[in-house]
C-alpha cells in the first residue's frame, strides 16, 4: 500500500502470505518458520493452499513450479 510492502495478511487464526516471485515466498515462509518456533506454534500444512497467478508474459515461471505439491495457475 503506497511505498509500503504488505506480505502477510492475518485475520484470526488465517494467514495469507502475497509474495511478487518464488523467492520472495520462500523469504516469508522463512519469517513465518522462524516466528512459529519463537512462539510454539503449529501450522496444519493439510490446510494449506498454494495458489500462483502468472501473467502471459511470465509463462516461462510455469515450468519451474511444477515441482511444488500443489499449483494452479489462472491468466
Excluded: E, T
Amino acid at each position: 500500500m503506497g511505498d509500503n510492502f504488505l506480505g502477510a495478511l492475518v485475520y484470526a487464526d488465517d494467514i495469507v502470505l502475497i509474495a511478487p516471485s518464488p523467492s520472495a515466498i520462500i523469504k516469508l515462509l522463512a519469517i513465518r518458520d522462524g516466528y512459529a518456533n519463537d512462539y510454539h506454534i503449529i501450522f496444519n500444512a493439510d490446510k494449506s493452499k498454494f495458489i500462483v497467478f502468472v501473467s502471459p508474459n511470465r509463462r516461462f515461471l510455469v515450468k519451474a513450479m511444477n515441482s511444488c505439491f500443489i499449483w494452479v495457475v489462472i491468466q
